[in-house]
């Protein structure tokens, strides 16, 4: 069960600066275990060697009631963006929570991760490398409830390093040691898990997640109307027909976090009205098996 297409890893090419981009096309991990869940949430980094490194969640099989600390940070290496070779162990995994959204970058010397621990307010994970491999977790990195880690770091120049995450509006926080940040810093977007690239001085590109309104979003929904339904959705989403009498399901935002679950028996549809507007992840459970739907809410 599940999608074919649902958060499958794919990659486009720039070569303007961000302006155009050429057709997606899907990565390939090479040696990946059979029975790892398909890679989600990517972030790149750049290897002095021209190649890259691209750093994803997975777990050991599928977690049976969604996201939970089976979800670990693994890594793959690729000379041309497309195709990676799979380098054992993770990266980084907490005993008692899921690690998720990654974003790693060298600075000064070092490798640094972060990834949200939950809850805006439960701040981020951080852990450091000396070689991008092996990583030691250090102190969590404290937040508040409007500025949540999901996003990534910025490499700004040799004295400063920056993180962009979500909130009420896309904010920016940086540090000169990799340690202690400097506050936050909102910017005029709206939107979530930004990633950012500085292309010039005083010139930076950004890509988030927007509004349902975005192109893309639309294209996506029209491919998943025969799945869940009406898509976007206002008040009530039903389910397919082929599901048993009984079902759990959890809904996830954007950033990752848990904003709905339950069960539900027939008639088969789930309350949406009380969502903020944006996309969302919806997984249903049916006796251990679980399918996934993204879906907008108005």
């Given at each position: ?6 958060d499958?890893?794919a ?9 155009t ?14 029975n790892?869940q ?8 750049r290897?002095?060697n021209?190649?890259?490194r ?32 799979f380098?054992?162990g ?5 005993p ?22 939950g ?12 070689d ?12 508040d ?9 910025l490499y ?13 509006s896309?904010?920016?926080?940086s ?23 500085k ?20 294209e ?6 025969d ?11 039903s ?7 009984e079902?759990?399901f ?19 549809s ?26 907008v809410?108005?």
């Amino acid at each position: 069960m599940g999608s074919l297409t649902w958060d499958r890893v794919a990659v486009k090419f720039s070569y303007n600066a961000g302006s155009t981009w050429t057709t997606p096309v899907p990565i390939v991990v090479n040696g990946l275990p059979v029975n790892y869940q398909r890679p989600f949430d990517p972030t790149l980094a750049r290897l002095n060697n021209d190649s890259l490194r691209i750093y994803f969640s997975s777990s050991d099989g599928i977690p049976p009631m969604g996201l939970d600390s089976t979800i670990n940070t693994y890594s793959a290496i690729s000379s041309d963006g497309i195709n990676y070779a799979f380098e054992p162990g993770a990266r980084f995994d907490h005993p008692t929570n899921k690690v998720i959204d990654p974003a790693v970058l060298f600075f000064n010397g070092l490798w640094h991760y972060t990834c949200p621990i939950g809850p805006p307010q439960a701040g981020a994970f951080h852990a450091t490398s000396t070689d991008g491999l092996s990583f030691v977790q250090q102190p969590d990195l404290p937040s508040d409830s409007a500025h949540n880690w999901t996003g990534n770091l910025l490499y700004d120049n040799n004295a400063l390093m920056k993180f962009y995450g979500s909130g009420p509006s896309i904010w920016h926080n940086s540090t000169s040691d990799g340690f202690n940040y400097n506050g936050y810093i909102a910017t005029n977007l709206t939107g979530g898990d930004p990633t950012t690239v500085k292309i010039a001085p005083n010139n930076y590109f950004i890509i988030f997640v927007g509004p349902p309104y975005i192109t893309n979003i639309n294209e996506n929904v029209e491919r998943e109307n025969d799945a869940v339904f009406p898509n976007p959705v206002s008040e009530s989403l039903s389910l397919p027909e082929n599901f048993g009498s009984e079902i759990e399901f959890t809904i996830y935002d954007a950033s990752g976090k848990l904003v709905k679950k339950g069960k539900q028996i027939m008639p088969k549809s789930i309350e949406v009205h009380d969502l903020a507007p944006g996309w969302y992840l919806l997984n249903v459970f049916v006796n251990g098996d679980f399918s996934n739907y993204r879906f907008v809410k108005n």
